[in-house]
């Protein structure tokens, strides 16, 4: 079945830091590509999104290109805050439901 | 803009007892999606229903059951709940948009059983 895998954290940068947060996919067809950040204590949000090849979604200063041949969607930002202090999840969308790395914790010191 | 309602927001039950939780999905939104979160884990898939009709199912236990009802809201039934049903419950809605409907979702039911 199609999967997700992320880097494993925590990633611990200081602020202003650049950040890289690596996501490869598995997949038969063409699946769009999703990040969401969850903060302590709430819901999953949706951070950016990529529908095809060669895609870059961008929110909030982050950014993720969707690349079919190394069947990738890294997340990227270029100066972290202390604020994106949060668990990052690279995902896919198959068919009726999403599937979900593992989730990478990213934490930001001051 | 509205996003998707769940309720209660924490539930505490003791073991072998039942549970319900609701989902009030964004307006014009078609599909439902329940999903579970245990500590320090990703989201896993249960169930999921487009038009009241079940459409994807995951790894939700036989002990559990959901439905989406006419007016698009979902509950989530759960019963002889056991220890390691504690977890957060998320609902998500997508309009049916083929693949490119990103999922939004709520901020969960934080589930604790005794």
């Known amino acids: 079945g199609d999967s997700v895998t992320q880097m494993e954290g925590p990633v611990t940068l200081s602020e202003e830091a650049f950040l890289t947060i690596n996501c490869t996919y598995t997949a038969t067809g063409y699946p769009s590509l999703f990040w969401y950040v969850q903060y302590p204590g709430e819901g999953l949000q949706l951070l950016l999104k990529?529908?095809?090849?060669?895609d870059k979604g961008s929110n909030k200063g982050f950014e993720a290109t969707y690349r079919k041949e190394t069947t990738s969607f890294h997340l990227e930002k270029g100066s972290v805050q202390v604020s994106d202090s949060a668990v990052y999840f690279c995902?896919?969308?198959?068919?009726?439901?999403?599937?979900f790395g593992a989730g990478t914790i990213l934490r930001v010191k001051s | 803009a509205a996003g998707v309602i769940q309720s209660p927001r924490h539930l505490i039950k003791e073991k072998r007892e039942t549970a319900t939780l609701k989902c009030y999905p964004i307006?014009?939104?078609?599909?439902v999606y329940w999903y579970q979160q245990g500590p320090g884990q990703d989201p896993q898939f249960l169930i999921s229903f487009y038009e009241k009709m079940q459409s994807d199912k995951g790894s939700i236990p036989d002990r559990f059951s959901a439905q989406q009802f006419s007016d698009y809201h979902s509950e989530l039934n759960m019963s002889s709940l056991e220890l390691g049903d504690s977890a957060l419950y998320f609902c998500?809605?997508?309009?049916?948009?083929?693949?490119?409907?990103?999922?939004?979702f709520g901020n969960g039911t934080r589930l604790t059983v005794t």
């Open positions: 307006p014009r939104h078609d599909t």
């Open positions: 990529a529908t095809k090849a060669d």
């Open positions: 995902a896919l969308r198959d068919g009726n439901k999403l599937v």
């Open positions: 998500a809605s997508s309009s049916r948009d083929g693949n490119n409907s990103p999922l939004h």
